[in-house]
């Protein structure tokens, strides 16, 4: 019978340590499991699974996989059968000492009981109700990621392997929440191991950053988001388009906001039209065409979070425009009216004296313009010495 074959060969690859085989045993994609019929898989109790493997964690992990199989059509009860199915495997992993053979198969399993916890919380979503499922989740994988941080054994079979992708679970669950006060807890361990950094999997990596990079850009961190993720794009495979789109959604802003603008040609490639009028307002100091363009593209911007970071470019384009104006006049001393006048022939009807003042003085505090405002006669005071300092290094 397939149980038999299912069992034997579970047995066969706990005895021969091969994490991989262990791996797609455990699959809810690809386990032979699948193919066991419905009516089989519900006879099946935990004493059968002695029958071919020692009692205790490894015969539990087996046995919880098999019920989450079973009830793979009804979400909530095949996410309680994984949760049970991880715990019994954490339980393995304490009890094998100096090994760390059977990552791959932790990895798998994490990755199957995140994708259960988001149907739950999809489905629970769509109904109206509230769940627990996610908290669930990343109570158990951080335990596990505590567990693997804190082994003692040699590298060469340490557990501390497995941290960066359990943290990278941890990132998309945090995500989902919109909750990253654990993240940071162990951003502060994967910093305790700078040696394994870069020799983690290249995949894992840039994951990594990627989440890194995000988390930054909410802390407003903005030379660690550049970091992290130009560092993510950089070496993601060139063929993952869809991949490097998604890290370009988020870095474009941030060298945008560090002066440095993408080229429509990149903007082409990655299918990202949506930079394309805010890249081409900011070259000209067009200050209602960026309005413009962000209020057509809000929904797209929102959707990333990026929505807020691109209305500060505001001073960007602010800032090439009083610098395109004081070029035309040739003047130091610039009145607010001629730019409220240059403004207007931009049929930007919205922005008044007072918001040009404003804007002015933001300019200022942010040390991309070097002047001071007259507030009485309404001038613009700018420096005879570089007006208008290089963008690098100044934090928008």
């Known amino acids: 019978e397939?149980?038999?074959?299912?069992?034997?060969?579970?047995?066969?690859?706990?005895?021969?340590?091969?994490?991989?085989?262990?791996?797609?045993?455990?699959?809810?994609?690809?386990?032979?499991?699948?193919?066991?019929?419905?009516?089989?898989?519900?006879?099946?109790?935990?004493?059968?699974?002695?029958e071919f493997l020692p009692a205790g964690p490894v015969a539990n992990t087996i046995f919880e996989h098999l019920k989450t199989v079973q009830f793979q059509r009804d979400a909530k009860a095949a996410l309680e059968h994984q949760r049970n199915a991880l715990t019994s495997f954490k339980a393995f992993l304490e009890e094998r000492t100096d090994e760390n053979w059977m990552l791959p198969a932790l990895?798998?399993?994490?990755?199957?009981?995140?994708?259960?916890?988001?149907?739950?919380?999809?489905?629970?979503?769509?109904v109206g109700e509230k769940t627990d499922a996610l908290e669930s989740v990343l109570t158990i994988i951080r335990e596990i990621f505590v567990l693997a941080s804190s082994d003692r054994a040699t590298m060469d079979v340490s557990k501390k392997w497995g941290m960066m992708f359990?943290?990278?679970?941890?990132?998309?669950?945090?995500?989902?929440l919109n909750n990253f006060a654990i993240v940071d807890h162990m951003k502060r361990a994967m910093a305790r191991e700078p040696q394994l950094m870069?020799?983690?999997?290249?995949?894992?990596?840039?994951?990594?950053?990627?989440?890194?990079?995000?988390?930054?850009?909410?802390?407003?961190?903005?030379?660690?988001a550049s970091k992290e993720l130009t560092f993510a794009?950089?070496?993601?495979?060139?063929?993952?388009?869809?991949?490097?789109?998604?890290?370009?959604?988020?870095?474009?802003?941030?060298?945008?906001?560090?002066?440095?603008?993408?080229?429509?040609?990149?903007?082409?490639?990655?299918?990202?039209?949506?930079?394309?009028?805010v890249v081409t307002a900011i070259r000209n100091g067009h200050v209602r065409a960026l309005r413009d363009a962000l209020a057509e593209n809000q929904a797209f911007f929102v959707q990333y979070g990026i929505y807020l970071m691109l209305e500060r470019t505001l001073s960007?384009?602010?800032?090439?425009?009083?610098?395109r104006v004081q070029i035309i006049l040739r003047v130091h001393q610039l009145p607010l009216d001629a730019l409220l006048v240059a403004l207007r022939s931009l049929q930007?009807?919205?922005?008044?004296?007072?918001?040009?003042?404003c804007l002015l003085a933001n300019l200022i505090a942010q040390r991309m313009v070097k002047g001071y405002i007259a507030h009485e006669k309404r001038i613009l005071v700018l420096s005879k010495t570089e007006p208008f300092p290089p963008l690098a290094g100044l934090l928008l």
């Open 2 to 50: 397939m149980a038999a074959l299912f069992f034997q060969s579970a047995a066969t690859v706990v005895r021969n340590k091969e994490g991989v085989r262990l791996a797609r045993l455990l699959s809810l994609r690809h386990s032979p499991a699948l193919k066991i019929k419905e009516v089989e898989l519900a006879r099946i109790d935990l004493r059968r699974c002695t």
């Open 107 to 126: 990895e798998q399993m994490v990755i199957d009981l995140r994708l259960l916890a988001y149907r739950v919380d999809d489905e629970a979503s769509r």
């Open 166 to 176: 359990l943290i990278n679970h941890l990132f998309s669950i945090a995500f989902r």
């Open 198 to 224: 870069n020799l983690y999997h290249m995949a894992h990596r840039i994951t990594y950053c990627y989440h890194s990079g995000r988390v930054a850009l909410l802390n407003a961190q903005m030379d660690v």
């Open 233 to 277: 794009f950089n070496h993601c495979h060139r063929k993952s388009t869809n991949n490097k789109r998604l890290i370009l959604i988020h870095l474009i802003p941030v060298n945008i906001l560090h002066g440095r603008l993408p080229s429509l040609k990149l903007l082409e490639k990655y299918d990202l039209p949506q930079f394309a009028a």
């Open 316 to 323: 960007l384009v602010f800032r090439r425009f009083v610098k």
């Open 348 to 357: 930007d009807q919205e922005t008044d004296l007072d918001e040009i003042e």
